[in-house]
């Protein structure tokens, strides 16, 4: 063939991978490629029969297969030959979804569950409702800073090759995750058969974010290239990309609801409203740099050696300018009664109270109250206040491994070593400035559509404004570090006996965490210092971004944030509180530093035979034994009963687990495409260092309708364990399409969750939030999904696809006598779906895909402030149902540029949340909606070399 150059698609990754073809035939499509330390849990599948060669001219001749279905297909193919119940994204799918990371990625995936987070990105990730995910990349555990989870927004899509989604255990993978594990796979030099040179930009707008000329820009590159020597086969890679986000997101709230009785100017008794309303927006901007490298060196066909690292950056100034008004403040509070009346346990403050007095119980404290509803109300002369909050944070994550492997006739021996650095760093400074305004008219409606205005918008006024409440500030810094060393060895059989694999895994990490979380009331007290006078800059007073919820989106006055991320500024701000202007020092009371040691060892064996006709049946059976010695200083206060003063304690705690967690699958292939798996494992995820944290710290609140607040570990925690069991039908047919059922129960113990509890420390009363284990809890559901390619429809509408899953979900607490027995876990959404539509054809890759996920409760407010009716015992804070519409269109424009448009939530879905019920409005998130456009360009030398 003529040496020369080929251009194509970046975002068809899937083209370098497979020597440039561009087209597939009817023949299986290999699985992705395992890294070291691991062997693949894929077994090979019978070729079906050579068809004639006229048939064979015919299928290559007719059959092409690109893009967005190339990828689909790939991901069904891995999910066929699968042992586990694997779902997969591969690189041109997360390339032509319109997502920017693996987070958003993720939410396609059958079960997988996601939240919008404050920066208006997809955040986190639930496989089937449990958040206690083993996060992988090429096979290695990987982490945020001191947690066990991985920020999966942090890294970006374009780094990847795919993500293989693990809902079912095999021995020779990394344990910690109940729910299951999420390996990424990055791209490696031997992947690439010839020199690759790639490229892609991207701009997006983001609708909150402000002005119609920001526009966030993305760009990314890769290059490698393979060399044929004297020596074997010699390849490197470098990919590089970066991203900088503006955004911004609204907010709404009401405060914690209270009863009228105790409003002291209150002209309607009897009712049950909000002790005030809140507004505010969170914005700024975010980088994220990332760079991957790999460099493979094969001497012979059955040895590999490779050296491979990551970067992956955050840089964010995260501002917020939090608007408040505490209406039982004002010089006179009328409210609207709803049609509503309900018995609610009040204490004498007006909020909740459990203790309720009854002839059992005389010394009670709180009442029976028979409240209505409050659907609005005005209030006049009442306190305002803006806080100002500006946060400099910092996240760099570095991965290094080294490793080969070798094969040797029947025996293959792959030997991986790994070290991880994560580092994170908060500086977040906040401030406050008020008065009290003249009128202030809420509104409390139950499609939760909550606003509030202020006729003549005084919080645009600096006339009056004082600095109130107190100064707070932040200050914090992890650290994490992780040593691995994996080796495993796998010896290949002739016979049912198909192979015995066996392996070990030693792994040392290091978490360290220190803070300073406090700060001054405000000097003189709240509104005693005006702002004007104080000897500040003249311009320290700034628009802020309005809020749709509160007075139509109007802009309001806050500090300008710029200066509270300056330290210069920060010793002028303490020396007017009257502290020492100099940086304040971590409080012990809130660091600690945990060593922990891992040693696991595992051996399985797979099986495979034919039985008769087409019928064979192939899987695993194994067991992993892992032991985990752990070390945790931290520090608590104590109290002194003879002085009834606290103290700081050091506890240093040691503990060890050691468990053995079983597995076996079988795969039984009917033929046709027809084929049926059965899987069990144990799982097990251990607690976070910041949970098994011994020390306990609290913060006073300044503000009286803030209750004061407080966290402390729990370092007797046991690790969660699950037995799991999953159970598929799944049928594959045609050239890419299939349809699957699977049914899955897992048998929860020790599950840990966050409640409160009220304490008294030094006299004061604190909401403690800490970490225990729950006992015991079920999950168990069934997932369904599909896609079809609808070939048989005329000659351009053949293009068209339809993909979807669907998951219902049934869980619940089964701890006998536990608060949240009988009650769904937290977290969990009993019904979430995608939809989609998918055009191929002409040089066009389209996609429409909503996204749905149910109802659900992620916290568990039992013993906060908020008034709640005496018949619901347990107070949870609910998410309502929503759903999201996204987009993407690809378009060829030549052999060589692709030109690409999307949208996320354009249909402007917000997040609304509540407590305990749905007509006990609490929130209302506006997320963003954001169009973006992308130009890529690829590269390609080839020929004989």
């Not at 990730?125 to 066990?148: C, K, P, Q, S, Y």
């Not at 006078?533 to 802009?555: E, F, H």
Request: charged share 20%; proline share 5%; with cysteine.
């Amino acid at each position: 063939m003529k040496k020369g150059y080929r251009y194509g698609s970046a975002a068809l990754i899937a083209l370098v991978m497979s020597d440039g073809a561009r087209a597939q035939t009817g023949a299986p499509v290999a699985p992705p490629e395992v890294p070291a330390g691991s062997v693949p849990d894929t077994a090979p599948v019978a070729p079906d029969a050579a068809p004639a060669a006229g048939a064979q001219e015919d299928a290559v001749a007719d059959i092409v297969v690109t893009g967005i279905r190339q990828s689909l297909a790939r991901a069904a193919e891995i999910k066929r030959q699968s042992v586990n119940v694997v779902d997969s994204i591969v690189a041109e799918d997360i390339g032509k979804l319109p997502d920017l990371t693996t987070a958003s990625a993720l939410q396609r995936v059958p079960g997988v569950q996601v939240v919008v987070g404050g920066n208006n990105e997809i955040v986190g990730a639930r496989i089937r409702g449990l958040e206690d995910i083993v996060t992988t990349l090429n096979g290695r555990e990987i982490f945020t800073g001191v947690g066990r989870g991985f920020s999966f927004q942090d890294l970006p899509a374009e780094a990847l090759a795919g993500v293989d989604v693990y809902k079912s255990n095999s021995a020779d993978r990394i344990e910690g995750g109940v729910a299951g594990g999420v390996n990424m796979r990055l791209r490696r030099a031997l992947d690439f058969k010839e020199l690759t040179l790639a490229g892609s930009a991207r701009a997006t707008y983001a609708k909150e974010a402000g002005s119609d000329d920001t526009i966030n820009p993305a760009v990314s590159a890769l290059i490698a290239d393979r060399w044929t020597t004297g020596i074997g086969d010699v390849a490197a890679m470098l990919g590089l990309s970066y991203q900088r986000n503006e955004y911004a997101r609204p907010i709404a709230w009401n405060d914690w609801t209270r009863s009228t009785n105790a409003a002291p100017t209150s002209t309607t008794p009897n009712l049950q409203a909000p002790t005030g309303f809140a507004a505010g927006t969170e914005f700024g901007h975010y980088e994220r740099p990332q760079a991957n490298v790999s460099l493979e060196w094969a001497p012979d066909t059955d040895t590999t050696l490779y050296v491979e690292g990551l970067f992956a950056g955050y840089r964010g100034n995260v501002l917020q300018a939090r608007p408040t008004f505490r209406a039982f403040t004002g010089t006179s509070f009328t409210a609207t009664a709803g049609d509503r009346c309900e018995d609610f346990g009040v204490g004498p403050d007006g909020y909740y109270a459990g203790n309720l007095r009854t002839p059992e119980n005389p010394r009670g404290t709180g009442t029976v109250q028979n409240l209505c509803n409050a659907t609005g109300y005005t209030v006049r002369g009442v306190e305002y206040y803006t806080a100002t909050v500006a946060n400099r944070a910092r996240t760099d994550i570095f991965v290094a491994a080294t490793g080969f492997n070798k094969t040797i006739g029947a025996l293959t021996w792959n030997t991986d070593i790994s070290y991880e650095l994560s580092k994170n760093r908060n500086d977040s400074f906040r401030v406050d400035v008020g008065k009290r305004i003249a009128e202030l008219i809420q509104e409390r409606d139950v499609d939760h559509e909550v606003r509030a205005i202020t006729p003549g918008n005084p919080m645009n006024d600096p006339a009056g404004l004082a600095f109130t409440n107190g100064m707070t500030e932040d200050i914090n810094r992890s650290k994490g570090t992780l040593w691995a060393v994996m080796s495993d060895a796998k010896y290949d059989f002739d016979g049912v006996l198909d192979y015995v694999q066996a392996g070990v895994r030693v792994a040392k990490r290091v978490a360290s965490f220190e803070q300073y979380l406090g700060g001054p009331p405000a000097p003189g007290g709240s509104f005693a210092t005006p702002v004007a006078g104080a000897g500040l800059p003249s311009d320290l007073l700034i628009s802020a971004p309005g809020v749709p919820q509160m007075n139509d989106g109007a802009t309001y006055l806050q500090v300008d944030p710029d200066y509270l991320l300056d330290e210069g500024f920060k010793r002028q701000l303490r020396t007017l509180y009257r502290i020492s202007p100099d940086r304040p020092g971590f409080d012990p009371t809130r660091d600690y530093d945990a060593r922990e040691r891992n040693y696991a060892g595992f051996l399985q064996a797979r099986y495979a035979l034919s039985l008769f006709g087409a019928l064979s049946i192939d899987g695993l059976v194994g067991a992993r034994l892992t032991r985990t010695d752990r070390r945790i200083v931290g520090a608590g206060r104590v109290i002194d009963p003879a002085t009834s003063t606290s103290r700081v304690v050091v506890v240093d705690r040691t503990t060890s687990d050691t468990d053995l967690l079983p597995n076996a699958s079988a795969r039984v292939d009917f033929g046709g495409g027809l084929q049926s798996r059965f899987n069990y494992s144990q799982t097990l995820s251990r607690p976070s260092f910041s949970q098994l944290n011994p020390g306990l710290s609290y913060v006073v609140s300044y503000v009286n309708t803030i209750q004061n607040s407080g966290s402390g570990g729990n370092p007797d925690l046991r690790p969660q364990k699950a037995d799991s069991f999953d159970a598929s039908l799944e049928y594959y047919f045609g050239r890419s399409n299939y349809v699957s059922a699977v049914t899955f129960y897992r048998d929860i113990t020790d599950r840990v969750v966050t409640g409160t509890e009220a304490r008294t420390i030094d006299g004061l009363q604190y909401v403690i939030s800490t970490p225990r284990n729950l006992g015991s809890a079920t999950i168990k559901g069934v997932e369904v999904s599909g896609q079809l390619f609808l070939d048989f429809l005329p000659e351009g509408l053949d293009g068209i696809g339809v993909l979807g899953n669907f998951t219902v979900i049934d869980s619940e607490v089964t701890t006998p006598g536990d608060r949240l027995q009988g009650l769904s876990l937290l977290g969990v959404s009993k019904y979430n779906y995608n939809a989609g539509f998918v055009y191929e054809k002409y040089g066009v890759s389209a996609r429409v895909i909503y996204t749905y996920r149910s109802q659900y409760y992620d916290a568990d407010i039992t013993n906060g402030l908020s008034l709640r009716p005496i018949d619901i015992p347990v107070g949870l804070n609910g998410i309502r149902a929503a759903g999201r519409l996204d987009f993407g269109l690809n378009y060829d424009l030549t052999d060589h540029i692709t030109i690409n448009v999307a949208g996320t939530n354009v249909t402007g879905q917000r997040t609304r949340s509540f407590e305990s019920r749905p007509d006990f409005v609490r929130e209302v998130r506006n997320d963003d909606t954001t169009y973006s456009a992308r130009r890529t360009v690829q590269l390609l030398r080839w020929g004989a070399r």
